[in-house]
């Protein structure tokens, strides 16, 4: 990945911001943080239209300390360039901050980076969030319908409006599932245009 892409355009600016960064960076409340290499905090503009919210750091976010920077980072950038957004424009986060071992997403892990998700959602104050797979999904929105069911299709919140994805991953998976994650991604399009 080129530099340019992985650093993105700059993060939001501020004394709150760049606390909570350094307070994610720091964090030694669960164990995740023993094997890190980096906790992974932001990547997108400053006052972003949308955050999509994935669910844990593979091995090069972990490496390079940015959200969707390695396989499936390339597919939810050709995904994002696809629904015509500028990078000023979006956000992306993970509900957790540090790689899971081997892959695992842990819930355990997921109760105590929640409050840093939510922390970041309320500064960034986004009018969409993107959940991108099943873990995501269900954090922010517990009774949502299973993710095949509840993607592509919004879901209007207190705070912003929820459009639940496939997780990128998933697309690798199956034939099936980079369809549904194009169909998807069509009517992410669409829901922006429509305003």
């Given amino acids: 990945m080129s530099e340019s892409v992985a650093s993105g ?3 939001p600016a501020g004394a709150v911001w760049e ?4 307070e ?12 890190r290499t980096h906790a992974v905090v932001y990547r ?11 669910e844990a750091p593979g091995a090069e ?8 920077v390695g396989r499936s980072g390339r597919r939810l950038d050709e995904g994002i360039a696809k629904v015509g957004l500028e990078p000023a424009e979006y956000g992306i986060v993970n509900l957790l901050k540090c790689r899971p071992p081997a892959n695992v997403f842990s819930r355990s892990a997921a109760a105590t980076c929640r409050p840093y998700l939510d922390r970041q959602l309320a500064i960034l104050e986004p009018d969409l969030v993107v959940s991108l797979g099943a873990q995501a999904l269900r954090a922010l929105d517990p009774e949502a319908p299973p993710v095949t069911r509840a993607v592509g299709v919004p879901r209007p919140k207190e705070r912003w409006t929820l ?12 034939r ?6 194009a169909r998807d991604i069509d009517r992410l399009r669409e829901f922006l245009r429509r305003g």
Avoid: K
């Fill in 9 to 11: 355009p700059p993060a």
């Fill in 24 to 35: 994610i960076r720091a964090c030694t409340r669960c164990d995740l943080h023993q094997n």
């Fill in 61 to 68: 976010e972990d490496r390079l300390g940015l959200p969707f």
């Fill in 44 to 54: 997108g503009g400053e006052r972003p239209r949308l955050v999509f919210v994935g």
């Fill in 176 to 181: 099936r599932n980079l369809e549904m994650w």
């Fill in 163 to 174: 459009f639940p994805l496939l997780h990128p991953a998933a697309t690798f998976r199956s």
């Fill in 19 to 22: 606390a909570l960064g350094a």
